[in-house]
């Protein structure tokens, strides 16, 4: 009986231990897609911020004017769209401007020339330029970010006569 007492025990212990070592592979496994999963969201961040540096850099960027008067703040811009129809040059191509977004303004001359411009204050303003000729058209979107006008503080200097 002692014998098998020891037989079984043994057994019993080499079934504990693949148990153990499965449970352990498992725990592996498991930190292993973790990781991964970890590392797939700081990826996304880091796609996410560069998609977004990348929209700011593509932004046309206008600075109000310093002129010294701080009631002035608003800024000129000239928008200009250039379309080609290389397939056939007796088409006339056209365009028509579209306002997307930002506070609303007032296109210059009027919203189908391929020269606009505006007048406004700081902020972003988005776009939308159709080109047209009689048979096809394409569309491009611009984003104008009017920065304000740039001031620094005066630098003072105290004099005490001794």
């Known amino acids: 009986m002692t014998s098998l007492n020891g037989y079984i025990i043994l057994i019993v212990c080499f079934i504990g231990l693949l148990f153990a070592k499965e449970l352990n592979e498992d725990a592996i496994q498991r930190r292993i897609q973790d990781r991964y999963e970890q590392k797939q969201k700081e990826l996304a961040k880091i796609n996410e911020r560069a998609r977004l540096e990348a929209l700011e850099l593509a932004k046309c960027k206008v600075r109000v004017p310093h002129d010294g008067d701080p009631n002035t703040n608003t800024a000129q811009v000239k928008l200009t ?3 080609t129809d290389d397939d056939d040059k007796a088409d006339t191509v056209k365009f028509v401007w579209t306002q997307t977004s930002g506070k609303t303004i007032d296109l210059k001359p ?11 204050t700081p902020g972003e303003y988005s776009f939308q330029v159709r080109a047209s000729d009689k048979y096809e058209n394409s569309t491009e979107t611009i984003t104008v970010k009017i920065l304000p006008e740039r001031n620094e503080a005066p630098e003072l200097e105290l004099q005490c006569p001794i």
Do not use: D, E, Q, W
Request: cysteine-free.
């Open 110 to 120: 009027n919203n189908k020339s391929s020269k606009v411009n505006f007048t406004a």
């Open 81 to 83: 769209a250039l379309a």
